[in-house]
């Protein structure tokens, strides 16, 4: 019993000692990485000029121990940050953090102290619970002339639950300066980075290779190397690929080989470059590319040469994330082959425990046929695995010639209103509360797209992302293609065989001709790029070779927002022609009786079809063309050729021709003036008239049928008549004569 007394009393003895001791403990007091609960920082073991310097938190915890809500302070020194807004803007936290109004804050002390909080009810009370948060920010230009840099520079995490500090660690790294700051090599890449296995890496997409862009910064410290050469080694199961922009350089960015290749032609007042040219052409025939890479003979580099070399990666179609891992893109900078600086980036393919989050971007016009229209986006962000906090950015630039216009539809309970930039041509929307595991919320807004000089096939690529302060989770791009507005097919009225060769005009409402000569092409087709709305016609100023010429317009209408083109038809008749020549027998109308004109009579099917005055104006030939060569049932037509009469000529045909011979009119014959008879002398009286002689006349009979019925007449008796023709007759015979010998 004394034993059990001795027992009981020193375990209170102890336990009052105890107390006490935790008693006096200071409730700030640090306490080493291993705190359950705990927090943990990690720092780069150097941070070099204008670094991304990343901050590794972690909060750690047994089943039940973070059973209310706190938060963790990060305390940064300011002089090592180029930009405090990167602190919050490129942070990426995940559930059970978020951030409050204005998380960032600085102290007395010139240091930032970046408040993030979590949600304990975020938290599986039931098990072990770690996670990890990374704090990203840009170091600013460290100078070896700045003795203003300490060597070294601390950073903190301190742990809260509730309002009692329940946990505090700290890390150091060396500063490192650059002389005079700017690299001699360097590689970036401009995709989203991700920590896989504790690297820090470039995630590349599979989509689209174009957007995994890397850019070696040769000489930017602006040195003399004689001989310098790159030389990179890129990863397995990838191949080089034509890059997207990297810095808005002038001159022609035509890529060789994969490459650009931009030489810097100004600097800023911070000494950092801000005017490039593109120099590819000048590296040409410098490009190798080997079975491992490739390598650039830079050949002498002097101060005023510094350049910037962007390619892209393709990563095999079949490759995994796990099967890929970790890679580097290693390059080598030499002089006179001896390897003078080296860089690398390393890459990875995004994992499945990162792609919870899913961003989904579509629009409602694949097609449009218009050089003005609205383009409905809409954004949809779920989540699949733990939280997406509030606070997240959803952030679309909008491509070129669009403007935003006004949001559509959104889910006013998560997402706030949009807040559209016109300088950046940004829309902005920003997550209200958390997106929980299964939830998602969406969005749509409109934009106007307007490009007056657009053509056809031009492309109209989106795509947003989840902006987590630096790692920038991008959707997959969504293309709008901009199309002919209208297209004429031209076709034979009977065969519709397609017709080669019609030339038309494009005339809008106004009047105004806004395209000429359009020909169809070997399809009968003939486009008109890309119109703005309004209301147009076609007009065609000439006909296929043997067609018809049909200058009845086309119209159409092209509407705000169509989205496939107009498709127009228009047959044409085989034509025909008919041709003659007039020609006259009238000895160059030496008698004047040849006409001003003739008229010829067109004749379709023995039907009267047109008719044509005929001059010597027109060397008397005749012509009547664009003729309908075929009926509706697709028969020939017969077309005959008639003169009508013309006074003093006689008319014969030869197939289309016509010969006019003329025809003298007769003479009038002039009656003869008849001569009075002499006079006859009176008979004078004899004085003694005496008894007259009678002479009885003998009568000779002949017989009636010797008697001839009329006796010729000669002498002054010939009648006139027998004259003048014996006269035409002549004529006609010296006029046929004329003509034969002419011929």
């Keep these: 019993m004394k034993n059990i007394r001795k027992i009981v009393f020193s375990v209170l003895v102890l336990s009052l000692v105890i107390s006490q001791l935790l008693i006096l403990m200071p409730k700030n007091a640090s306490a080493a990485a291993g705190d359950d609960p705990g927090t943990t920082i990690t720092a780069p073991e150097n941070i070099s000029s204008r670094q991304q310097v990343e901050l590794t938190v972690t909060l750690a915890s047994s089943s039940g121990h973070l059973d209310e809500d706190g938060y963790i302070n990060v305390q940064i020194p300011n002089f090592i940050v180029a930009n405090k807004q990167d602190i919050v803007n490129q942070l990426y936290i995940d559930a059970p ?7 960032l804050k600085e102290d007395e002390n010139g240091n930032y102290i970046l408040k993030v909080n979590y949600d304990h009810t975020k938290i599986d009370q039931e098990s072990a619970a770690g996670q990890t948060f990374t704090v990203k920010f840009k170091a600013p230009r460290i100078s070896s002339e700045d003795t203003s840099f300490p060597s070294t520079v601390s950073f903190s995490s301190t742990l809260f639950k509730g309002t009692e500090n329940v946990s505090k660690d700290s890390a150091t790294s060396q500063i490192r300066t650059d002389n005079p700051g700017l690299p001699l090599l360097e590689k970036r890449s401009v995709q989203s980075h991700k920590v896989i296995d504790g690297v820090n890496v470039a995630l590349m997409s599979k989509d689209d290779p174009s957007a995994n862009v890397f850019a070696i910064l040769v000489n930017y410290n602006q040195r003399h190397i004689t001989n310098a050469k790159i030389v990179d080694t890129t990863p397995q199961n990838t191949q080089l690929a034509n890059p997207q922009k990297y810095v808005p350089a002038s001159g022609d960015n035509t890529p060789s080989q994969h490459f650009r290749i931009a030489k810097v032609t100004g600097w800023g007042d911070d000494g950092l470059p801000n005017a490039w040219e593109y120099v590819t052409s000048d590296f040409a025939d410098k490009i190798n590319i080997t079975s491992t890479g490739f390598s650039i003979d830079l050949g002498e580099l002097t101060p005023d040469d510094s350049y910037v070399i962007m390619y892209a990666e393709k990563v095999d179609d079949n490759i995994t994330s796990s099967e890929f891992g970790v890679r580097y893109n290693h390059v080598d900078l030499t002089s006179n082959d001896a390897i003078i600086k080296s860089a690398e980036s390393a890459i990875a393919l995004d994992t499945e425990d990162y792609n919870y989050t899913q961003l989904t971007k579509n629009v409602d016009k694949p097609v449009i046929a218009t050089s003005d229209s609205s383009l409905v986006y809409s954004l949809s962000l779920s989540n699949q695995y733990g939280t997406i906090p509030a606070g997240t950015k959803i952030v679309d630039p909008l491509p070129e010639y669009t403007t935003y216009n006004k949001t559509t539809q959104i889910d006013s309970q ?3 209103n949009g807040v559209y930039d016109a300088t950046t041509k940004t829309i902005t929307y920003t997550l209200l509360k958390d997106l929980n595991m299964g939830e998602s919320t969406n969005v749509k807004f409109a934009v106007n797209y307007a490009n007056p000089d657009a053509k056809a096939n031009d492309k109209i690529v989106n795509k947003a ?49 806004v395209l000429k000569d359009l020909t169809t092409d070997s399809n009968g087709i003939v486009r008109t790029g890309v119109l703005k709305p309004g209301s147009y016609k076609f007009v ?7 067609y018809l010429l049909d200058e009845k317009p086309v119209p159409f209408t092209i509407n705000y927002g169509d989205t496939k083109a107009v498709t127009l038809e228009k047959d044409n008749a085989q034509s025909t022609s008919v041709s003659g020549q007039k020609t006259w027998m009238d000895n160059e109308n030496i008698a004047g009786q040849r006409p001003e004109n003739i008229t010829i009579d067109l004749y379709q099917n023995g039907v009267l079809l047109d008719s044509k005055k005929v001059t010597a104006d027109d060397n008397w030939s005749y012509s009547f063309a664009d003729l309908p060569k075929l009926d509706t049932d697709g028969k020939e037509y017969v077309y005959t050729l008639k003169e009508e009469p013309v006074a003093h000529y006689t008319t014969t045909q030869d197939g289309y021709n016509f010969t006019n011979i003329f025809v003298p009119t007769p003479p009038t014959p002039v009656p003869p003036v008849p001569t009075p008879p002499a006079p006859v002398p009176p008979m004078p009286t004899p004085k003694n008239p005496t008894n007259p002689i009678i002479v009885v006349p ?3 009979v002949i017989d009636s049928d010797d008697t001839p019925e009329s006796l010729p007449k000669t002498g002054d008796d010939t009648p006139l008549d027998a004259l003048l023709w014996g006269l035409f007759l002549t004529a006609l015979a010296s006029f046929t004569l004329l003509y034969q010998n002419k011929k």
Excluded: H
């Design 97 to 103: 953090f978020y951030l409050e109004d204005n998380p």
């Design 414 to 416: 998560y997402l706030s």
């Design 465 to 513: 992302y989840i902006s987590y302060a630096g790692t920038d989770i991008y959707s997959a791009s969504v293309t709008t293609t901009v199309a002919n507005s209208a297209i004429l097919v031209k076709k034979d009225t009977n065969t519709k065989a397609a017709l080669a060769g019609a030339v038309f005009n494009l005339i809008d409402e106004n009047g105004d001709t």
């Design 540 to 546: 065609e100023t000439k006909a296929p070779a043997g």
């Design 698 to 700: 003998t009568k000779t």
